[in-house]
């Protein structure tokens, strides 16, 4: 006998609570694989390689040794100083080991930071087309999302006139992301510096900056951070972590970098809610931050050569065109000339064609007419997913 549920009566909140649309393709993906269908992914942003194995053995040791068990909600001393050694070096600015919360991966950050800081009544300036837990968080906590357009005319770099533009009384955070999911765009020093100068006399106004994709950047492009501006310095929160430099997706860790009484609010959600970070993985970090470095350079290399490939096969379907991305791991085709909406085209490629991507618009409003592709896998299965895609557009 079927015994009917109660009705599910959730709160309110979990009416403004997003998601995060590449794994509901990826999801889709598998029950056709399950189906007996291939499949070609090119959807989720995860690098194809393993771990380096430097960075897996001291893993491997740690779990040895015994860091099985509770650590500092805000993670291992020694693994917040090799953080803050390691953004000193690469941002060229002064971190200490108080200045950094270590969490189960960069999404925490985001989480917490917006769960802190802003509520009912702010306005958090976010990019759009961007990583959608920005605006599914904005309205989760009570805030009104303002979404900043990046244009493919500008290389989908950031227009600080946009962000300028945008700020009001209300304005409590901005959320930068360079390099940029899912574009590829990169924000110069330059542009970083109009909007720096624009929140100089606005003490009231925070920064997000995204910079998980540092490590990936092309054709001698530098990474610029706002947590080196001295005037902005302690409004600045920094978040990265290892998933991608270091292919370390599985593992979940990442960490934000902060001033310490912000630090010391956001460990408190920390232990609210995931008590601490795995000790195991943030000895694994420490090994990532400052050891034998090659793995990373071998996959960046690749990423490299994979772009250019991408673009150029891209470039060839009818219908579509594409900008050279200077930054992450992802292409952001124009799509307008296809005939259908980005929805319908990522849709309709993945069950007639068996190529999974994502509409621009799972990343917001301003990526209609536009798919995201990752180049985070090999050249043998860009070729046959492209070639597909190029097989349906032609039969069109």
């Not at 600080?160 to 959320?175: A, G, W």
């Not at 310490?260 to 601490?276: A, F, G, H, V």
């Not at 490299?304 to 579509?320: A, E, M, Q, T, Y």
Request: net charge negative; aromatic share 8%; hydrophobic share 40%.
């Amino acid at each position: 006998m079927t015994q009917t549920l109660p009705s599910l009566n959730l709160a309110s909140r979990m009416s403004r609570l997003g998601t995060e649309t590449a794994f509901e393709v990826l999801a889709r993906a598998k029950q056709l694989e399950a189906e007996g269908r291939d499949i070609v992914h090119l959807e989720i942003g995860e690098p194809d390689f393993d771990t380096p194995s430097n960075i897996v053995e001291a893993g491997r040791q740690a779990l040895a040794d015994g860091w099985t068990h509770y650590g500092p909600a805000a993670g291992l001393p020694d693994a917040r100083e090799a953080v803050a050694d390691y953004i000193g070096k690469t941002r060229h600015t002064s971190v200490n080991g108080n200045e950094v919360c270590i969490v189960p991966g960069g999404k925490p950050v985001m989480f917490y930071v917006l769960l802190a800081l802003a509520e009912a009544g702010d306005e958090v300036i976010y990019p759009n087309p961007g990583f959608p837990i920005y605006e599914s968080m904005i309205r989760f906590s009570g805030a009104t999302a303002v979404g900043c357009p990046l244009r493919e005319s500008n290389g989908f770099a950031l227009d600080p006139q946009d962000v300028i533009s945008r700020l009001t009384e209300k304005t409590k955070l901005v959320i930068l992301n360079s390099p940029a999911n899912p574009t590829g765009g990169v924000t110069g020093r330059e542009q970083l510096g109009e909007v720096i100068a624009a929140l100089r006399d606005r003490p009231d106004v925070w920064i997000l900056s995204d910079e998980i994709y540092s490590r990936l950047l092309y054709d001698g492009e530098e990474h610029v951070s706002p947590l080196t501006d001295p005037s902005i310095r302690e409004r600045v929160i920094l978040l990265d972590g290892f998933s991608k430099t270091w292919a370390m997706t599985g593992w979940r860790i990442g960490y934000g970098v902060m001033r310490p009484d912000l630090c010391e609010t956001i460990t408190k959600l920390m232990i609210n809610s995931n008590s601490c970070t795995a000790s195991f993985t943030q000895r694994a970090a420490i090994e990532a931050l400052q050891g034998d470095q090659s793995g990373a350079e071998i996959m960046h290399a690749e990423f490299d050569k994979r772009r250019k490939h991408i673009v150029s096969l891209i470039n060839d379907i009818p219908g579509f065109s594409c900008h050279l991305p200077k930054g992450a791991f992802y292409v952001m085709p124009n799509i307008t000339d296809v005939g259908m909406n980005a929805k319908e085209l990522q849709d309709r490629l993945l069950s007639e064609a068996g190529v999974a991507a994502l509409a621009g618009t799972a990343f917001g409003a301003e990526g209609e007419g536009y798919l995201r592709f990752s180049y985070a896998a090999d050249i043998q299965t860009i070729d046959k997913g492209l070639g597909r895609v190029r097989a349906f557009v032609e039969a069109l």
